[in-house]
């Protein structure tokens, strides 16, 4: 294996790829329990010796997925399949026929369906849902812990605090007083446990801190390799960042993002550092080691990666002590 290297993260995070015209969709979601894959048409279950085992074939290809209780929710291009997980079968379908870009339950506990052409809807207390936005074309939904709701579309980003909904902010690329992006085409967005939101578009990346929420957000440009591809952004404790890509595994540590302005390169101080991580960093299994890692997913304290052939976990703070090693050579 090959010693990990420190690289500045300049020469390292260079695009983001719509991922979602490129690779089937991919997540890993969690009960009491089990651990579970859903890839493209088809739920898998952890199994022994970090294999994976097929459980359910959805019929139709997922777009998107979350767990509530014991219901397991599929967003298809055919509307949402709604499966029981004790038993997997299927317990009703909602928006019908209708394309999904999205579902995300917000801190609250009401589901929020980000349909791709007719709009975003809220569960209400009924069970039913209410539209709540019509954006023209929809592409992803995600919410945060602080209570805000967030709606990636073709003309920028929402801003939707679930507690006032008239408070709704749109940040776009021809936005005024401060609410304004370098694109507005948002196809991705991941946040971490504090409320801080990365914003993907087909050229840059916004880094949004959970406290400026009516402020101008922070947009990197991008250099380098345009074919590297991010497949997932995963905060960790204490503001901590995890990038799974094409090129590998980088940790980015805290206090590395500053405040930059609109047209700055992505992490371009010369004392931006971030650590490359390898197969011994994150506890890869010999059986997986040739196997490219594809995404990656937090729970409790463990990092759950994922590889075509198989899925493994290691604790956080490992993660965390090779961090400082790292650092001490410095």
């Not at 094409?246 to 405040?259: D, V």
Request: hydrophobic share 40%.
């Amino acid at each position: 294996m090959t010693r990990p290297t420190l690289i500045t993260t300049a020469l390292f995070l260079f695009v983001f790829c719509v991922l979602k015209a490129q690779n089937p969709y991919t997540a890993i979601l969690f009960d009491s329990k089990k651990t579970y894959v859903v890839r493209d048409n088809e739920l898998l279950e952890g199994a022994k010796k970090n294999t994976l085992n097929p459980i359910l074939d959805f019929g139709q290809k997922a777009n998107t997925s979350l767990i509530k209780g014991n219901e397991l929710w599929i967003g298809t291009n055919k509307g949402v399949r709604i499966y029981d997980l004790t038993n997997l079968s299927l317990l009703r379908t909602e928006f019908a026929d209708i394309p999904i870009a999205g579902l995300t339950q917000d801190a609250e506990g009401k589901i929020w369906v980000a349909t791709t052409y007719k709009g975003l809807y809220k569960q209400n207390d009924a069970n039913g849902f209410d539209a709540k936005m019509n954006a023209m074309t929809n592409y992803c939904v995600l919410s945060t812990p602080d209570k805000n709701v967030y709606l990636g579309t073709n003309i920028g980003l929402y801003q939707i605090p679930i507690s006032d909904e008239a408070k709704t902010v749109r940040y776009a690329e021809e936005a005024h007083s401060g609410h304004g992006l370098p694109d507005n085409l948002v196809e991705n967005l991941y946040a971490d446990a504090s409320s801080n939101l990365w914003v993907m578009m087909p050229d840059n990346v916004s880094f949004k801190k959970y406290d400026n929420s009516f402020g101008e957000i922070p947009t990197f440009s991008f250099v380098g390799n345009k074919e590297n591809q991010i497949y997932k952004v995963l905060g960790l404790t204490g503001e901590n960042y995890l990038f799974v890509t094409s090129n590998g595994i980088l940790l980015l540590p805290s206090g590395s993002l500053k405040h930059h302005g609109h047209g700055d390169e992505v992490f371009s101080e010369h004392d931006t550092n971030a650590v490359m991580l390898d197969n011994t960093a994150i506890s890869k299994p010999e059986n997986l080691s040739g196997e490219p890692i594809l995404y990656a997913e937090k729970n409790a304290a463990k990092i759950y990666f994922y590889t075509l052939k198989g899925i493994w976990s290691v604790k956080e703070k490992k993660l965390f002590k090779f961090l400082k090693k790292q650092a001490a050579k410095k």
